[in-house]
C-alpha cells in the first residue's frame, strides 16, 4: 500500500513561470518530509525538507508546504527554469525509513 | 568529501543467476539504505543497515538480502533472478536516522536476461 502518493506523473510550465508539485500521505505518524530531485542516469539529490513542527519551508527559489490536516505537502518553485526538469520525488519518515512517491517529472519548456 | 558509491554502474545478467551490488557510503555514516526503483514505482525500499545490523526491512522476498561490514560498506544480493528484478537498484547513506544527511548514490543499473 503506497503510503506517500504523488498522483500527477508528470507536469509542464513554462520557464519564468511557478512550478507546483504535489504529495499526499496517509501516515499521521510522518513527522519528516523531504523532496528530491532525480535526473536520468543519476541518484536522486536532496533539495528541500520540511519538519511537521513547520508548515513552509523555503530556500531560495523553492518552497515546501505542509498541510498536516489535509495530509498534503507540496513543492513550489519559482522562478521555473530549464535546468528544473527532472523527476521529484517526495519522501516521508517517520523513524529510520523513508516512504517514497512515485515522482512527477517536470518540463520546464524554454 | 566523496560522495556515495556504488559499483558497478550497469549489469547485465540472466535469469536464474545471482548478482552482489556494493555500495560504500560517504565517511563517517553508519546507515546504508538500499531502493528499487522501477518506472511507475518510484523507490522501494529494501532494507536499512546500521552498525552491521539490519535496522528495518521492506516488503520483498526473501531472495533479496544485504549485509554490511565493519567499515560501514554494504552489500546486496538477488538470488535467482527474476526478469522482473530489472531495476534501478539506489544505496543511500546517512550519518545515524536517514532523516539528515541522506544521500544517495547514482545507482546499480541491472538488466536481466
Known amino acids: 500500500d503506497q503510503q506517500v502518493k504523488q498522483n500527477s506523473p508528470s507536469l509542464s510550465v513554462q520557464e519564468g513561470r511557478i512550478s507546483i508539485l504535489n504529495c499526499d500521505y496517509t501516515?499521521?505518524?510522518?513527522?519528516?518530509f523531504l523532496w528530491y530531485k532525480k535526473y536520468p542516469a543519476e541518484g536522486p539529490t536532496f533539495l528541500i525538507s520540511i519538519s511537521s513542527i513547520k508548515d513552509k519551508n523555503e530556500d531560495g527559489r523553492f518552497t515546501v508546504f505542509l498541510n498536516k490536516s489535509a495530509k498534503h505537502l507540496s513543492l513550489h518553485i519559482v522562478p521555473s527554469q530549464p535546468g528544473d526538469s527532472a523527476v521529484y520525488f517526495c519522501?516521508?519518515?517517520?523513524?529510520?525509513?523513508?516512504?517514497f512517491g512515485t515522482g512527477t517529472s517536470l518540463t520546464v519548456i524554454p | 568529501k566523496a560522495g556515495v558509491t556504488q559499483t558497478p554502474r550497469y549489469l547485465i545478467k540472466t535469469r536464474g543467476q545471482q548478482v552482489t551490488l556494493s555500495c560504500s557510503p560517504i565517511s563517517g555514516h553508519r546507515s546504508v539504505s538500499w531502493y528499487q526503483q522501477t518506472p511507475g514505482q518510484g523507490l522501494q525500499f529494501l532494507f536499512e543497515y546500521f552498525s552491521e545490523t539490519q535496522r528495518n526491512k521492506g516488503n520483498f522476498p526473501g531472495r533479496f538480502s544485504g549485509r554490511q561490514f565493519s567499515n560501514s560498506r554494504s552489500e546486496m544480493n538477488v538470488s535467482t533472478l527474476e526478469l522482473g528484478d530489472s531495476a534501478l537498484y539506489l544505496c543511500?547513506?546517512?550519518?545515524?536516522?536517514?532523516?539528515?544527511?541522506?544521500?544517495f548514490g547514482s545507482g546499480t543499473r541491472l538488466t536481466v536476461v
Open positions: 501516515n499521521s505518524m510522518f513527522d519528516y
Open positions: 519522501a516521508a519518515s517517520s523513524g529510520n525509513q523513508f516512504y
Open positions: 543511500a547513506s546517512s550519518p545515524g536516522t536517514p532523516n539528515y544527511g541522506y544521500t
